[in-house]
Nanobody, 121 residues
Framework: QVQLVESGGGLVQPGGSLRLSCAAS????????IGWFRQAPGKEREGVSC???????TYADSVKGRFTISRDNAKNTVYLQMNRLKPEDTAVYYC???????????????WGQGTQVTVSS
């Protein structure tokens, strides 16, 4: 079964850090771009970051300088290191796969179930 599984979410105070993981099963991540997305209550899903199979990275303006995406193909896992978290980062975070980062979020596939990130004091 081809799937992505997110983990690492939780409750953190403003200014804190979390590292999310996106682990693949049933397929090898090596040749895929992996995107991180988030959806807050009442808001549309938005792209957060993406890493291509060649390690090219992209970030939403709202997270540039605070979030870092990386991949470890040996572990078949992509990470999202989130630093200096803000209350507006609160959302369910998802990862998904595609052959390239430069497509619409809806074109990504193999969506995980999501992991909740809550930034609150």
């Amino acid at each position: 079964q081809v799937q992505l599984v997110e983990s690492g979410g939780g409750l953190v105070q403003p200014g804190g850090s979390l590292r999310l993981s996106c682990a693949a099963s049933g397929f090898t991540l090596d040749y895929y771009a992996i995107g991180w997305f988030r959806q807050a209550p009442g808001k549309e899903r938005e792209g957060v970051s993406c890493i291509s199979s060649r390690y090219v990275t992209t970030y939403a303006d709202s997270v540039k300088g605070r979030f870092t995406i990386s991949r470890d193909n040996a572990k078949n896992t992509v990470y999202l290191q989130m630093n200096r978290l803000k209350p507006e980062d609160t959302a369910v975070y998802y990862c998904a796969a595609h052959s390239t980062c430069f497509v619409r979020p809806a074109d990504f596939g193999s969506w995980g179930q999501g992991t909740q990130v809550t930034v609150s004091s």
